[in-house]
T-cell receptor, first 112, second 112 residues
Framework: RKEVEQDPGPFNVPEGATVAFNCTYS??????FFWYRQDCRKEPKLLMS???SGNEDGRFTAQLNRASQYISLLIRDSKLSDSATYLC?????????????FGAGTRLAVHP | DGGITQSPKYLFRKEGQNVTLSCEQN?????MYWYRQDPGQGLRLIYY???????QKGDIAEGYSVSREKKESFPLTVTSAQKNPTAFYLC???????????FGPGTRLTVL
């Protein structure tokens, strides 16, 4: 089983739609959670951190459920520019160091 | 402008040759990382360094080597021992003690 699992998609949605991505992680000791965005053939860029209480940044809302080891990202009022791959990321503490574990990503395609 | 630079953007090498990928940052970050990304897969950690003159193996270090002689620089050498070196290589950095990582634009290595 992968340490971080995501539905690969693609999610094809019209502009203005609301879309939700889910992610599960296997390490119950993980403490830090993030969503990164990666455009085609580009580097990942931090979209938002995910806090236990949930957090919102404009059209984006992230939720964390520690009991179920589940993270979600909700995008409201989708724009064409939201088309990208969204990476779910959790930390793993190993060998005295903190490392990030990346999911394979969920691809979103927003069409006119 | 502060940021992370990687060079070259594209690199072609013959099988059996060693090749060194450059990564430089002027963000004054202590920690630096090298990842590899293959199509349809998440980023996998090759090596990381929390401080100058110190580095640790990540999950897939075999066939790779690094050095960290300066805070700003963390070059990665892909040796001939790496069985499948063709991939997208990403360098990242972070403040010490923080999980948020910032990525360079990446180097696409193709071994012919």
């Amino acid at each position: 089983r992968k340490e971080v699992e995501q539905d690969p998609g693609p999610f094809n949605v019209p502009e203005g739609a609301t879309v939700a991505f889910n992610c599960t992680y296997s390490n119950s000791a993980s403490q830090s959670f993030f969503w990164y965005r990666q455009d085609c053939r580009k580097e990942p860029k931090l979209l938002m951190s995910v806090y236990s209480s949930g957090n919102e940044d404009g059209r984006f809302t992230a939720q964390l459920n520690r009991a179920s080891q589940y993270i979600s990202l909700l995008i409201r009022d989708s724009k064409l520019s939201d088309s990208a791959t969204y990476l779910c990321v959790v930390n793993r503490f190993s060998g005295g160091y903190n490392k990030l574990i990346f999911g394979a990503g969920t691809r979103l395609a927003v069409h006119p | 402008d502060g940021g992370i630079t990687q060079s070259p953007k594209y690199l072609f090498r013959k099988e059996g040759q060693n090749v060194t990928l450059s990564c430089e940052q002027n963000l004054n970050h202590d920690a630096m990382y090298w990842y590899r990304q293959d199509p349809g897969q998440g980023l996998r950690l090759i090596y990381y360094s929390q401080i100058v003159n110190d580095f640790q193996k990540g999950d897939i270090a075999e066939g790779y080597s690094v050095s960290r002689e300066k805070k700003e620089s963390f070059p990665l050498t892909v040796t001939s021992a790496q069985k499948n070196p063709t991939a997208f290589y990403l360098c990242a950095s972070s403040k010490r003690g923080y999980n948020e990582q910032f990525f360079g634009p990446g180097t696409r290595l193709t071994v012919l």
